[in-house]
């Protein structure tokens, strides 16, 4: 964000007075940007949650009346977040913007997308890898063991409910006790978490390999959650000489190379 140029603040055209409103509160630093911005994110995680329990609330009167309710919700977040962005070729091209655009069209369509519906929490991990969520939320974090901490929670829990949704659609019509959604849920969790009641398995070949490929993975992240957790907290500053990373917060010399550092104390 901090790489866009800067609007004009009272342009003439309207078009362009409306872009500039937008781009100064998507971006800027005033309290009413800030607002803005902290009401976008919660309502992003009130959509996640909604996600979530989209498999068990299929069937409850209303839902299709919210599904298309949040659809209009992001539609508009895209467009507001297209016209304030400089350049439409540079937004179009980001992942986060082709994440939203699918989330959009299985919203739109949801009988016809529902078993690609899954795919939505990928928009969880999307959030806490952009720097619009570290820039408003996580500013205080940025950088530090937080941000890491928080982003392999997500990408665990992303994992979890995109692998149960991918068990779910290729294996519900092999598999006697997979009935629904959170019957793959419940069988990635225990399979992650190595627990494996043998309730539900997958057969063939095809199933031992998916299965598998599920608890090497959920272990991997696993692993990598605790680490993120427990190693000493380590700062980001780029080695001017080697490239180094990661240092501890009272580095004085790079542990690679020797060099003499300067790392700012805002932050820490």
Known sequence: ???EPV????PSNP???????????YNGSSPAAVKFRLGVLWLDFAIIGFFMLAPILRDVPGFLVIDYAIAFVLALELVGRALGYSSLKRWISRPIVWIDIFVLVTLLAPHWGYNLGYLRMLRLWALLHSEFFWETIGKRYDDTRWEDVAKTLATMVTFLFVTAGLV???????VPHLHSYVD?????????????????TLPGDVGRL????????????????????????KVRFDCPRCGLMRHDPDAVHCKACGLILNIPDEGL
């Open 1 to 3: 964000m901090a790489d």
């Open 184 to 200: 793959a849920l419940y069988f990635v969790v225990t399979s992650v978490t190595t627990t494996g009641y043998g309730d539900i």
């Open 15 to 25: 078009f362009a007075r409306l872009r500039a409103l937008l781009r100064e509160l």
């Open 7 to 10: 609007l004009p603040l009272h």
């Open 210 to 233: 998916a299965s598998i490929a599920i608890m090497i993975s959920g272990v991997t992240l696993f692993v990598r959650l605790g680490q993120a957790l427990l190693r000493p907290n």
């Open 168 to 174: 779910y659609t290729g294996f519900r019509d092999s």
